[in-house]
């Protein structure tokens, strides 16, 4: 390898990829144009890089397997920061294999990383613990992968509400992105970090309500509370979790009754709410009285719910009270929000993988949404991605799709 060759990969693992240009910005070579390609994904231009990386793939000879497999790991980064997520996964690992296989640690670990991160935006926790654990944390990397590893910890640890492994693993990767003195990995742990300081979710209960950082979140959910969890559609005490999400008028009926406890809630506004109808009957009623004995089996050891004069109750089996865990800002498209305020652009199709519904669900959600003025296109055809501003001063964790704790 030539020493522009050397001196332009030196530049880009340090973040300057002007640096690494200027040296090698009119050679059309396999490992310039490879070089190229991680440059230009740096500055952002995920097209080109894409393609240049391509050529570069190409213009390896059959022999030069760890190069190939380096190009394929940094275009499978660049499918994941554009939000492809359909690259094949079986290229990644059998680079990584390859990687593996010739020493070199540093590229194996980074493709690792990069399923990893993957997962996580899909909501594979267990496989992405998995993964990680093959990875030993004190083995010799340099600080950039080092963070890598960190923010793959805590992104794991906030997606399971597990602040306090989350907060240690943030402020390992904060110090090794310092020593790699890469501005971009900066400013991405900061990001990571303002997640833990920011509200994620309601609590109503009592009549009142107030916002809670996810470390409250956390508390709440251990706290042996009666929690009817409007973002993950369970309800739940600190041991017992009744999933509701594919019942959802027990659910409904299920909130209704929390937001009022200790008191209770009247027939007609159960009926109205739950069975969306302007006026009750006799058959609606009928009707009513099924589902909540539907929702007393449900429910089972974590509550009861009694007949009252003009309604029903929610009698928790315990005594630390009632509470609802309901989302910072509610929309009818809260999950599709979620994906997208995190600065990145989406395709509808890696939306419907990351949320396990239909490529023509979440065309529907989006043109809502565009219709509301609340997410925008990008491009025409099969380029077409879509983008939002986040919500402000609101994470958004609880939105997305992955198990809670006891979950």
Same mark, same amino acid.
């Given at each position: 390898?030539?020493?522009?060759?050397?001196?332009?990969?030196?530049?880009?693992? @340090?973040?300057?990829? #002007?640096?690494?240009?200027?040296?090698?910005? %009119?050679?059309?070579?396999?490992? /310039?144009? /490879?070089?190229?390609?991680?440059?230009?994904? $740096? =500055?952002?231009?995920?097209? #080109?890089?894409?393609? %240049? =990386?391509?050529?570069?793939?190409? !213009?390896?000879?059959?022999?030069?397997?760890?190069?190939?497999?380096?190009?394929?790991?940094?275009?499978?980064?660049?499918?994941?920061?554009?939000?492809?997520?359909?690259?094949?996964?079986?290229?990644?690992?059998?680079?990584?294999?390859?990687?593996?296989?010739?020493?070199?640690?540093?590229?194996?670990?980074?493709?690792?990383?990069?399923?990893?991160? &993957?997962?996580?935006?899909?909501?594979? +926790?267990?496989?992405?613990? $998995?993964? #990680? @654990?093959?990875?030993?944390?004190? *083995?010799?990397?340099?600080?950039?992968?080092?963070?890598?590893?960190?923010?793959?910890?805590?992104?794991?640890?906030?997606?399971?509400?597990?602040?306090?492994?989350?907060?240690?693993?943030?402020?390992?990767?904060?110090?090794?992105?310092? $020593? !790699?003195?890469?501005?971009?990995?900066?400013?991405?742990?900061?990001?990571?970090?303002?997640?833990?300081?920011? !509200?994620?979710?309601?609590?109503?209960?009592?009549?009142?309500?107030?916002?809670?950082?996810?470390?409250?979140?956390?508390?709440?959910?251990?706290?042996?509370?009666?929690?009817?969890?409007?973002?993950? +559609?369970?309800?739940?005490?600190?041991?017992?979790?009744?999933?509701?999400?594919?019942?959802?008028?027990?659910?409904?009926?299920? &909130?209704?009754? *929390?937001?009022?406890?200790?008191?209770?809630?009247?027939?007609?506004?159960?009926?109205?709410?739950?069975?969306?109808?302007?006026?009750?009957?006799?058959?609606?009623?009928?009707?009513?009285?099924?589902?909540?004995?539907?929702?007393?089996? /449900?429910?089972?050891?974590?509550?009861?719910?009694?007949?009252?004069?003009?309604?029903?109750?929610?009698?928790?089996?315990?005594?630390?009270?009632?509470?609802?865990?309901?989302?910072?800002?509610?929309?009818?498209?809260?999950?599709?929000?979620?994906?997208?305020?995190?600065?990145?652009?989406?395709?509808?199709?890696?939306?419907?993988?990351?949320?396990?519904?239909?490529?023509?669900?979440?065309?529907? @959600?989006?043109?809502?949404?565009?219709?509301?003025?609340?997410? $925008?296109?990008?491009?025409?055809?099969?380029? &077409?991605?879509?983008?939002?501003?986040?919500?402000?001063?609101?994470?958004?964790?609880?939105?997305?799709?992955?198990?809670?704790?006891?979950?």
């Amino acid at each position: 390898m030539d020493s522009l060759i050397t001196a332009a990969a030196r530049a880009l693992a @340090a973040g300057d990829p #002007l640096g690494a240009l200027n040296r090698i910005a %009119l050679r059309d070579d396999a490992p /310039a144009l /490879a070089l190229r390609g991680i440059a230009m994904a $740096q =500055l952002g231009d995920l097209s #080109l890089a894409k393609a %240049l =990386l391509r050529n570069a793939a190409r !213009a390896f000879g059959p022999k030069e397997t760890m190069a190939r497999a380096r190009c394929v790991v940094a275009e499978a980064e660049i499918a994941l920061v554009s939000r492809d997520l359909h690259w094949p996964v079986k290229a990644l690992d059998a680079a990584r294999a390859t990687l593996e296989a010739h020493g070199d640690r540093a590229n194996a670990a980074h493709a690792r990383y990069l399923q990893v991160r &993957r997962m996580v935006l899909i909501g594979q +926790l267990e496989a992405a613990d $998995q993964l #990680l @654990a093959g990875l030993d944390p004190a *083995a010799p990397l340099p600080p950039a992968l080092r963070a890598a590893h960190e923010l793959a910890v805590a992104g794991i640890a906030i997606r399971r509400l597990r602040t306090g492994v989350a907060r240690t693993a943030l402020a390992r990767a904060r110090d090794a992105a310092h $020593q !790699a003195g890469i501005p971009t990995l900066v400013a991405e742990v900061e990001a990571a970090s303002g997640v833990l300081d920011t !509200a994620a979710a309601r609590m109503i209960s009592r009549g009142g309500e107030r916002l809670l950082m996810l470390d409250e979140v956390e508390a709440l959910l251990s706290s042996g509370t009666l929690v009817v969890d409007a973002c993950r +559609l369970v309800v739940r005490d600190a041991v017992n979790v009744v999933a509701l999400a594919r019942r959802p008028v027990l659910f409904s009926l299920a &909130r209704m009754l *929390a937001e009022a406890w200790p008191d209770d809630v009247p027939r007609d506004a159960l009926i109205a709410r739950a069975f969306r109808m302007k006026f009750a009957d006799a058959s609606h009623r009928a009707r009513l009285r099924v589902e909540i004995g539907r929702l007393r089996t /449900a429910l089972g050891l974590l509550a009861d719910v009694t007949a009252t004069g003009r309604g029903y109750a929610l009698a928790p089996r315990g005594t630390h009270g009632v509470a609802v865990l309901a989302l910072p800002v509610e929309d009818a498209y809260a999950t599709v929000l979620a994906c997208l305020a995190d600065g990145e652009s989406w395709s509808s199709s890696a939306l419907a993988l990351a949320l396990g519904a239909s490529q023509r669900t979440m065309q529907r @959600a989006l043109d809502a949404l565009a219709a509301a003025g609340k997410v $925008q296109p990008v491009g025409h055809g099969r380029a &077409r991605r879509w983008i939002t501003p986040p919500i402000p001063g609101f994470a958004t964790t609880l939105l997305l799709p992955a198990p809670l704790p006891g979950g």
